[in-house]
């Protein structure tokens, strides 16, 4: 009898959640945000921004375990779609290496954060 030995990788998962706190979309997400997922993510946020009736956001990276340039696509958008409308963008909860791409990507720059 011969056994076949299968390896599955994990697939990439990500979670987004949303809540309202002082005229500000809190965007809590959790896993990776790459190309992968930014589409999907990016379709949520703006949905959830326009139903919300708020001002601003803020994106809550607590959980999240790797960034790459879509991810900070995905967030220079929503910059420019919130402050089109007066609003600001903050981060929150970045670890070290997350804080280190916005850095290095200039999104520092233009985005408020709460660390």
Same mark, same amino acid.
């Given at each position: 009898? /011969?056994? $076949?030995? %299968? &390896?599955?990788? %994990?697939?990439? =998962?990500?979670? $987004?959640?949303?809540?309202?706190?002082? @005229? &500000?979309?809190? +965007?809590? #997400?959790?896993?990776?945000?790459?190309?992968? *997922?930014?589409?999907?993510?990016?379709?949520? =946020?703006?949905?959830?921004?326009?139903?919300? @009736?708020?001002?601003?956001? &803020?994106?809550? !990276?607590?959980? +999240?375990?790797?960034?790459? *340039?879509?991810?900070?696509?995905?967030? #220079?958008?929503?910059?420019? %779609?919130?402050?089109?409308?007066?609003?600001? =963008?903050?981060?929150?909860?970045? /670890?070290? &290496? !997350?804080?280190? $791409? #916005?850095? !290095?990507?200039? !999104?520092?720059? #233009?985005?408020?954060?709460?660390?």
């Amino acid at each position: 009898m /011969n056994t $076949i030995k %299968r &390896t599955y990788e %994990r697939m990439k =998962i990500v979670d $987004i959640g949303f809540s309202i706190e002082k @005229n &500000t979309l809190v +965007v809590k #997400i959790r896993g990776e945000i790459d190309a992968g *997922s930014t589409d999907m993510l990016r379709r949520k =946020i703006d949905i959830e921004y326009d139903c919300a @009736n708020v001002r601003d956001m &803020t994106f809550d !990276l607590k959980e +999240v375990s790797f960034m790459d *340039s879509s991810g900070i696509g995905l967030i #220079i958008g929503r910059y420019k %779609r919130v402050s089109a409308l007066g609003g600001c =963008i903050r981060i929150k909860g970045a /670890n070290k &290496t !997350l804080r280190r $791409i #916005i850095e !290095l990507s200039g !999104l520092g720059r #233009i985005v408020k954060s709460d660390d």
